[in-house]
């Protein structure tokens, strides 16, 4: 088998909406109350996966979730007195941030030679909560040969498990066996630790890792404080490169340290303090960025193009390519409609590596697809939606035509 890394992006979906319902993700509060743009934040995300063909990567794609979630209303009784959060979660398009859809163990990291994918149950969030099972749907369709996958159910609810955004695989390279880090939080600061660290390890054992190819650190409170409420806004892993913020970790020379134990290999790119204040890493995302192995072997980090709109995070850039360290180019991108709900380029992708003729090639694009893709959304999402709108019924049917319209066009209609 040839094993690539795949990057699977969320299309965002045509309720994207501001409601401001994550606690701790200060983009998303601030933002709160905003009108949305549903059709510019699906173009914006098309284009970026577009950017990472054009460099000769190969591109995948998740489908938006059904919305609005009618089994929700339902479960919660919802009537005319259903306050505002509680309906906007409904109306959720948060699934758009693929990196919390599933943690990934690739085949060579695994007992049973097999990728394994664990969907996130998300049950800090309601919004996101709800997201799961159908994630799940779609992962059994695209990861469907039980000879190169096992898609399991997500881990039982008392235990918070928030997916590949909290997860990192060090590695030679993509296709070799790699050492995978899992980061938890603990609980009792002024904002929720999402990611506990029993639900780390059952992904672990699920997944059949080798217990000395894992490492289980704490994430630093301060940063969680700061806003940075998964790992990936804080730090990015790819292949033997660690590129992380100096406070990301509760102790960050331990977890060095623990890493290197267990790959000996890694090459930490740490941003200090002084250079970039762990406020502004989080305000302009320069951790939630991909940080991609290019064809050539050089590695890209595509951040958002906020990073470029800061002086301190822009020159540290330029210092850090200077400096002739294995990041090698760093490439902008506008996704300013998901960094203004508290995502940036990292949230909006699910890495998987695998053979990609053994995933279900509707779930891949192509320039046919991308085209098609983006004539839907010009055509079927709205241009705006205010929050006012939310749980209107003539928003509420051009959502959901939205919708079956994307996935005719893709041939996915088991999906409806």
Known sequence: MSLVEINFDGIVGPSHNYAGLSLGNIASASHKGDPSFPRAAALQGIAKMRGNMERGLTQGFLLPLPRPNDGLLHAIGADESLDGPLLAAAWSASSMWTANAATVSPAPDTADNRCHLTPANL?????????????????????????????????????????????????????????????????????????????????????????????????????????????????????????????????????????????????????????????????????????????????????????????????????????????????????????????????????????????????LLDEGKATRIEAVVAEMWPETIHPSEIGSESLAGRVRDAREALLGVLSLDELL
């Not at 008392?158 to 990192?168: I, L, P, V, Y």
């Not at 002024?190 to 992904?203: D, G, I, L, N, T």
């Not at 730090?235 to 000996?264: K, M, S, W």
């Not at 360290?325 to 490439?331: A, C, E, F």
Request: aromatic residues 8%; hydrophobic residues 45%.
């Open 123 to 363: 049950v800090t969030m309601l919004h996101r909560g709800q997201e799961w099972r159908d994630t799940k749907a779609q992962l059994d369709i695209a990861f469907a040969d039980p000879r190169h996958f096992a898609v399991h159910d997500a881990v039982p609810s008392s235990f918070g498990d928030e997916g590949a955004a909290n997860h990192m695989r060090f590695c030679e390279s993509h296709g070799s066996p790699g050492v995978e880090v899992f980061v938890w939080g603990r609980q009792g600061g002024k904002f929720p630790a999402r990611q506990h660290e029993q639900a780390s390890r059952a992904v672990a054992r699920l997944h059949q890792l080798n217990p000395d190819a894992c490492v289980f650190i704490e994430q630093n409170p301060e940063a969680i404080a700061a806003g940075a409420f998964h790992n990936d806004v804080v730090a990015v892993a790819n292949e033997r490169v660690l590129f992380t913020h100096a406070r990301a970790f509760a102790d960050q020379q331990g977890a060095y340290a623990a890493i290197r134990a267990a790959f000996p290999a890694l090459e930490v790119v740490e941003v200090p303090e002084e250079a970039v204040s762990l406020e502004e890493a989080i305000r302009t995302y320069l951790f939630n960025a991909q940080l991609l192995t290019l064809p050539s072997g050089e590695m890209a980090l595509v951040v958002p193009s906020e990073c470029r709109d800061s002086a301190s995070v822009w020159s540290w850039c330029e210092r850090m390519l200077e400096s002739n360290g294995p990041i090698r180019k760093v490439i902008p991108v506008d996704v300013r409609q998901s960094m203004a709900n508290g995502g940036g380029p990292a949230c909006l992708r699910l890495r998987v590596v695998a053979d990609p003729r053994t995933v279900d090639a509707r779930f």
